[in-house]
């Protein structure tokens, strides 16, 4: 069976355009329509995270090869050989990502750091090709 890879990284297109949508709401809400800027500041908080990804250029990603599944994301890593695996279990949260649960023999249950996971539909057929049952559940609050 061929190998399969993702990787990404925090430095991308679409987190430069929303930082830079945002923060340009949040000034022009100051500058026309008066608000507060202590509350705009606030809110601001919220894009940190973003404009640290997008700084720090972490990468992360998942590898699906002969021996098992391995992934990282930063300072975390993790490797899961295929004998390990009893199925895993694609939910699609309320925010439409994807929060991907590596479900162990044993019942313990891995959570894959979400930014590791793979487009659901090509990540669900590479898994099938390997044998992998894989359960889909769409927009639950708990999992």
């Keep these: 069976m061929k190998p399969y890879s993702f990787e990404t990284t925090?430095?991308?297109r679409a987190t430069l355009i929303t930082l830079i949508l945002v923060w340009?709401?949040?000034?022009?809400?100051?500058?026309?329509?008066?608000?507060?800027?202590?509350?705009?500041?606030?809110?601001?908080?919220?894009?940190?995270?973003?404009?640290?990804?997008?700084?720090?250029?972490?990468?992360?990603?998942?590898r699906l090869g002969s021996d098992?599944?391995?992934?990282?994301?930063?300072?975390?890593?993790?490797t899961i050989t295929w004998d390990q695996i009893s199925h895993l279990r694609l939910d699609t949260r309320l925010d439409l990502s994807i929060r991907t649960t590596v479900v162990l023999i044993?019942?313990?249950?891995?959570?894959?750091?979400?930014?590791?996971?793979?487009?659901?539909?090509?990540?669900?057929?590479?898994?099938?090709?390997?044998g992998i049952k894989v359960e889909r559940h769409h927009f639950s609050l708990m999992g």
């Excluded at 098992?68 to 993790?78: C, E, M, T």
Aim: proline share 6%; no cysteine; charged share 20%.
């Design 10 to 12: 925090g430095r991308n």
């Design 24 to 62: 340009g709401a949040l000034i022009l809400a100051v500058t026309q329509l008066e608000a507060a800027p202590w509350l705009m500041g606030v809110l601001g908080l919220f894009t940190l995270p973003a404009l640290y990804d997008l700084i720090s250029a972490r990468r992360s990603g998942l």
């Design 68 to 78: 098992g599944l391995s992934f990282f994301s930063g300072r975390r890593k993790g």
């Design 106 to 130: 044993t019942g313990r249950k891995i959570r894959l750091p979400l930014e590791t996971t793979p487009p659901a539909d090509l990540f669900e057929t590479e898994l099938t090709e390997r």
